[in-house]
């Protein structure tokens, strides 16, 4: 059984994998990579290492679904849409490089068969408060002359909500700022709801958009991918909120966002420590689940895992 959806959020990693995560758009991550990457990196060609499959969903996580692809000279890239927040996420995306280099090495092989690894990184919140662009690069470079000798690492930021974080704006205003490839992706990223693929002012008519919009308006989910993207999406708004209040809070009292954040990150922790000692308290108790669940505010799923 498959259920139709209106207003699919291409944001949402579970349907940008499925856009751009199969062997049929492969033209699609192909303009996405070639809009992000320098010259010398521009692609002709992919192969996903992991394309999409919906029978994986439920051993994957919310922050994994990511896209991997290799390249006709063996570069490799890592493309993956964030929909939260998360504490260290410069340190994870060093992380995710690390692995999809290393990855590549088979035993036995010499070191020179290690090719350039770029991860891209497209975040639905602000990461970097001090880059103004919503688009940074990172490389290792030399501190006193800024030359690169670990030429194999890079590393793209595409902070979202930079290009456009006001829902009331329209799509003149969005084609106002559109003057690159990489434009025109974060325009459909963001504000898809403005585009229609039938009548697309010259400053978005491209194909590969055309071919987007179109896949994004047939898309299809079953009821389990569906069930899927609806936590998922419910998860976004609930960070947007979030996040909102939070850049309140931190404007009030002076400080910074990521202050703030922090703040919050372990007041939420101290309580779900406290929920969980007293979930282990009511389970040698024998008490029923629903009253631990209504008393902590724990999943089923949670106090499961204390058993």
Not at 40 to 66: A, E, G, M
Not at 142 to 152: I, P, R, T, V
Not at 159 to 173: A, H, I, Q, R, Y
């Amino acid at each position: 059984m498959t259920v139709i959806m209106e207003k699919i959020s291409p944001r949402v990693d579970l349907a940008f994998k499925k856009i751009f995560g199969v062997e049929e758009n492969k033209d699609l991550l192909i303009s996405l990579i070639n809009s992000i990457v320098s010259q010398d990196d521009q692609v002709s060609d992919i192969t996903l290492l992991n394309p999409y499959n919906p029978k994986n969903f439920r051993q994957d996580k919310l922050s994994i679904l990511d896209v991997k692809a290799t390249n006709q000279d063996g570069k490799r890239f890592n493309i993956e849409i964030q929909i939260s927040d998360e504490a260290d996420y410069d340190k994870r995306a060093l992380y995710y490089w690390a692995k999809l280099y290393t990855e590549q090495l088979k035993v036995a092989q010499d070191y020179s068969a290690l090719s350039k690894a770029i991860g891209i990184h497209i975040l639905n919140f602000t990461s970097i408060p001090k880059a103004k662009n919503y688009h940074n690069v990172f490389h290792i470079t030399e501190k006193e002359n800024g030359f690169a000798y670990f030429k194999d690492l890079e590393l793209h930021t595409i902070e979202l909500n930079k290009f456009t974080g006001d829902s009331s704006e329209e799509l003149k205003d969005i084609v106002a700022k559109t003057r690159t490839a990489l434009d025109m992706w974060v325009a459909f990223l963001t504000r898809h709801d403005l585009l229609k693929a039938e009548r697309l002012p010259k400053e978005l008519d491209d194909e590969n958009l055309k071919k987007a919009l179109h896949v994004l308006d047939v898309l299809n989910f079953s009821e389990e991918e569906r069930e899927l993207y609806e936590d998922h999406l419910k998860w976004l708004r609930i960070e947007a909120n979030t996040l909102k209040k939070t850049a309140e809070k931190a404007l009030a009292e002076g400080i910074s966002i990521g202050e703030a954040r922090g703040i919050e990150k372990g007041i939420e922790k101290g309580e779900t420590k406290k929920a969980v000692e007293i979930a282990k308290a009511m389970l040698t108790k024998n008490k029923p689940m629903e009253e631990i669940v209504e008393f902590t505010g724990l999943t089923v799923k949670e106090i499961e895992k204390l058993k």
